[in-house]
């Protein structure tokens, strides 16, 4: 009985700990002003009929704060992804000089750095969603099971606990997140 309880709550936990997983990869693609080959991380490229990453096609390497290059292993890429740059939509305009492709990352306005917030408690709260969606299915697991009223009730608490802690961790990220996007 107990060892079903314990399987409950491991299992809960490691759902919340998919979605702290997940926000950070998340909070990766929001930029922070600072030129990064991960802001580039979610662009696909046409490569031999099929869409690949581009990390698969290409070196990406920030030289300076400002700027992203991208040295295609095949200087015939070149077009495919400066297309994919531009389709990936983060406000990008890809240059080329013939061997590579150049990016100027611009500073951000003040404006934007409040949309870039905003973005990232949007993806703070799809994580605190997830990990009271592992909580609910957790307890919804507990109550299936044949145990006494006590150790259900403590199990509960248990996962409880669990939430409040990932929730605070979630809130903890945010927090730094937000202080990376504000600092000029």
């Known amino acids: 009985m107990e060892e079903e309880i314990e399987l409950i709550i491991d299992s809960a936990e490691e759902g919340m700990q998919k ?5 950070n990869k998340q909070l990766l693609n929001i930029r922070a002003g600072k030129a990064s080959p991960s802001m580039l991380g ?3 490229v046409e490569y031999y009929g099929s869409l690949t990453p581009l990390n698969q096609v290409a070196n990406v390497n920030a030289p300076d704060a400002r700027t992203i290059s991208v040295q295609p292993f095949e200087k015939g890429s070149i077009p495919n992804i400066e297309k994919g740059i531009l389709q990936a939509n983060l406000g990008f305009n890809p240059m080329n000089n013939g061997d590579s492709v150049i990016i100027s990352v611009p500073p951000l306005t003040e404006e934007r750095r409040k949309q870039l917030v905003k973005q990232a408690k949007a993806e703070a709260e799809d994580a605190k969603v997830g990990v009271r969606n592992d909580r609910k299915t957790a307890n919804n697991e507990l109550k299936k099971t044949d145990v006494s009223e ?4 403590n199990a509960e608490a248990d996962i409880q606990e669990l939430t409040d802690k990932y929730i605070a961790k979630i809130d903890s990220i945010l927090e730094n997140k937000e202080k990376e996007i504000m600092t000029i």
């Open 19 to 23: 979605a702290i997983s997940h926000l």
């Open 42 to 44: 979610s662009v696909m």
């Open 150 to 153: 006590d150790l259900q009730k």
